[in-house]
């Protein structure tokens, strides 16, 4: 088990730890988050495993003459990284998912240094719910908003 609250530990990178935070120590108010900067070869790479071939992400030209002037990654790509968010940090290994929405506020580009951050915000220790909100920002600007619900790991269960 990792400490309470690992985000104090001394880590040589932007992002968190990886773990498990039991429901039992999850506190109303914890966040967690990563930065990515989402590169042509993500976007090629969830293109492949989605079968989402849309050439407003892999064709430049066609992309230029779109509201977006531009290509843009899927969305989907960056709700993954709030996905990767709460799988590895919290509550991390063993949470399942429950329930995500999603508002798309702005496009992510090829190159763009994305935030992902959760925050709780209601746990039910009973039933080990946890609700948390998740966003998305690109150079202080949300790009996504949403709240989660998910099944928190317990150390009842280890």
């Given at each position: 088990m990792l400490p309470k609250d690992f985000a104090m530990l001394d880590?040589?990178?932007?992002?968190?730890?990886?773990g498990?935070?039991?429901i039992e120590d999850i506190e109303i108010g914890m966040k967690r988050?990563?930065?990515?900067?989402?590169?042509?070869?993500?976007?090629?790479?969830?293109?492949?495993?989605?079968t989402d071939h849309n050439p407003v992400h892999l064709d430049d030209d066609?992309?230029?003459?779109?509201?977006?002037?531009?290509?843009?990654?899927h969305g989907m790509l960056t709700a993954g990284l709030i996905s990767?968010?709460?799988?590895?940090?919290l509550p991390g290994h063993g949470t399942v998912y429950l329930g995500q929405s999603l508002k798309?506020?702005?496009?992510?580009?090829?190159?763009d240094m994305v935030l992902?951050?959760?925050e709780v915000t209601a746990i039910d220790h009973a039933k080990r719910r946890v609700t948390m909100l998740t966003r998305c920002e690109v150079d202080g600007k949300d790009?996504?908003?949403?709240?989660?619900?998910?099944?928190?790991?317990s150390r009842k269960f280890d």
């Open positions: 880590i040589p990178r932007d992002n968190f730890m990886r498990t935070i039991c988050h990563l930065r990515k900067q989402v590169t042509d070869r993500d976007i090629e790479l969830f293109a492949e495993v989605s066609y992309a230029q003459d779109t509201i977006f002037q531009g290509r843009i990654a990767a968010v709460i799988g590895e940090q798309f506020m702005a496009p992510v580009r090829p190159g992902a951050e959760v790009v996504l908003k949403g709240e989660a619900t998910v099944l928190a790991p």
